[in-house]
């Protein structure tokens, strides 16, 4: 392939939890446990990528791949309120050192959907002091990322306001059922077509991007004042295209489930203002087909 930057990064991305294993101190592996849990499948040892992280690193670079970004598992590094892990954080260090030595630079994401379960169990990103919070934890793992060019905040942002907006549609499916209910054999079924049918309906919560994108800014500021890394954070891209007669709607829907998320970098800050107000006067007119 030619035409490529020079320090073009071609590479691999996985999140902690999918990949680890027993990450029994998050809020999905609680999710994914209860009786009526909508997914299939529990993730429990995962393909142990905590303990083979650098077998995977090596497949990557035999693969001719230059970079991979993997994540910081917060659920791990503090897994109660106040609680910092210093082993688990040098356990991300080493991974960040096994990159550099098969020449893949590393990109890090300091939050790839999954919570403390503290965290979540308290309100999550809705508490009064998330910020400060998550602005708390990336100055405990910054000596890890002393070496690190590139930082991600939060993963897909967007797919977490689409997740609030489904979880306030039907909670049963998201949360499982209360404790101490009968498993009745197929409650778990029910849950995972209450989930699908809620999706089929759902637009992204604007209360929680709003919130989020605080949070954002604040930890880039932290990154930017502790490390050298650059820092942003990863949008879930859409393929929305208009059809005629319905421009307006396409642009009402590509801010709500992208647009607002992408312009959330150096310099647009005003730019979002002034369009907020346009964005608002067309959400409040009626749809028309």
């Known amino acids: 392939m030619t035409g ?8 691999a991305s996985t999140s902690p ?24 499948d529990r993730s429990g040892d995962a393909v142990d990528s905590y303990h083979r992280y650098a077998e995977d690193m090596r497949l990557l670079a035999d693969a001719g791949l230059n970079a991979y970004r993997f994540g910081f598992e917060w ?16 356990h991300y260090r080493r991974m960040v050192d096994t990159a550099h030595e098969l020449g893949l630079a590393p990109v890090v994401t300091l939050q790839h959907f999954t919570l403390p379960r503290w965290f979540a169990e308290s309100g999550g990103w809705r508490r009064p002091d998330a910020a400060d919070r998550f602005a708390r934890y990336i ?3 910054s000596t890890a990322l002393r070496d690190v060019d590139w930082v991600c905040t939060i993963n897909e942002p967007n797919m977490l306001a689409v997740f609030a907006s489904v979880q306030e549609a039907c909670p049963s499916a998201m949360m499982g059922q209360q404790a101490g209910e009968a498993d009745t054999g197929q409650a778990g079924g029910q849950a995972a077509t209450e989930l699908a049918t809620a999706l089929a309906a759902v637009r992204p919560d604007q209360a929680l991007g709003d919130t989020l994108a605080k949070v954002h800014r604040r930890a880039v500021e932290v990154v930017r004042a502790t490390t050298n890394a650059k820092a942003g954070w990863t949008v879930a891209q859409q393929s929305f295209t208009p059809t005629p007669g319905n421009e307006e709607v396409f642009e009402r829907v590509h801010h709500d ?19 907020a107000l346009r964005r608002q006067r067309l959400r409040d007119r009626p749809l028309h087909r």
């Open 4 to 11: 490529l930057r020079e320090d073009f990064l071609w590479g």
């Open 17 to 40: 939890h999918q990949i680890e294993g027993n990450n029994v101190n998050a809020d999905w592996w609680a999710t994914e446990n209860a009786p009526t849990s909508p997914f299939p």
């Open 75 to 90: 659920a791990r590094i503090e897994p109660a309120d106040g609680h910092f892990s210093r082993a688990e954080r040098d």
């Open 139 to 141: 100055e405990f793992v």
């Open 257 to 275: 489930w992208e647009g607002f998320y992408r312009r959330l970098r150096p310099g647009a800050r005003r730019r979002h203002h002034r369009e």
